[in-house]
């Protein structure tokens, strides 16, 4: 699947791959070389886990790499009173009788344990580009759906944001 990225979001990535390139890969390498002068690789856990820590950064190299070969390079801007990324939401959640906040970010930030919620979720698709007082239908599935009202928007940014581990 192609990830929509914003250019910030891009420059993240870029920071973690030149992070793992310059500073962890040479600190894996070192590892293992160690753990390999110890002898007999046969019972040697060490080895074992330095070599694993390798290969977990080189992969984790490889998937952000093609992330962002294939990435689909999308706008954070939004107008000032409507629903966009990286602004955040305060919504009165009709069902529940509840105001929630909630910060609207890109697929590869979203975390719902702490209030990011992607575009592509049910609930940011449906309040995307919206204004306050706007009463929106939120379509968790084919057969559920709830309402909610968009009561304030603010303009956060995305400073501090991080890009989600996989």
Same mark, same amino acid.
């Given at each position: 699947?192609?990830?929509?990225? *914003?250019? *910030?979001?891009?420059?993240?990535?870029?920071? %973690? $791959?030149?992070?793992?390139?310059?500073?962890?890969?040479? =600190?894996?390498?070192?590892?293992?070389?160690?753990?390999?002068?110890?002898?007999? +690789?046969?019972?040697?856990? =060490?080895?074992?886990?330095?070599?694993?820590?390798?290969?977990?950064?080189?992969?984790?190299?490889?998937?952000?790499?093609?992330?962002?070969?294939?990435?689909?390079?999308?706008?954070?801007?939004?107008?000032?009173?409507?629903?966009?990324?990286?602004?955040? $939401?305060? +919504?009165?959640? /009709?069902?529940?009788?509840? /105001? %929630?906040?909630?910060?609207?970010?890109?697929?590869?930030?979203?975390?719902?344990?702490?209030?990011?919620?992607?575009? /592509?979720?049910?609930?940011?698709?449906?309040?995307?580009?919206?204004?306050?007082?706007?009463?929106?239908?939120?379509?968790?599935?084919?057969?559920?759906?709830?309402?909610?009202?968009?009561?304030? $928007? /603010?303009?956060?940014?995305? =400073?501090?944001?991080?890009?989600?581990?996989?």
């Amino acid at each position: 699947m192609r990830e929509k990225l *914003t250019k *910030t979001d891009i420059q993240k990535i870029q920071e %973690e $791959i030149d992070h793992r390139k310059l500073v962890v890969r040479p =600190e894996c390498i070192e590892a293992v070389k160690e753990a390999r002068a110890q002898g007999d +690789l046969s019972e040697n856990f =060490e080895y074992y886990a330095a070599k694993k820590e390798k290969n977990q950064n080189e992969s984790r190299i490889r998937y952000l790499e093609n992330m962002l070969k294939n990435a689909i390079v999308i706008s954070d801007v939004s107008k000032e009173d409507e629903v966009g990324l990286n602004k955040t $939401i305060t +919504l009165y959640m /009709e069902d529940d009788d509840e /105001e %929630e906040v909630y910060k609207l970010v890109t697929s590869i930030r979203g975390n719902s344990m702490n209030n990011m919620i992607s575009t /592509e979720s049910p609930l940011g698709r449906a309040i995307l580009r919206h204004k306050v007082g706007d009463r929106v239908e939120v379509k968790a599935n084919e057969t559920y759906s709830y309402w909610v009202v968009i009561r304030k $928007i /603010e303009n956060t940014g995305d =400073e501090g944001d991080t890009i989600r581990k996989f």
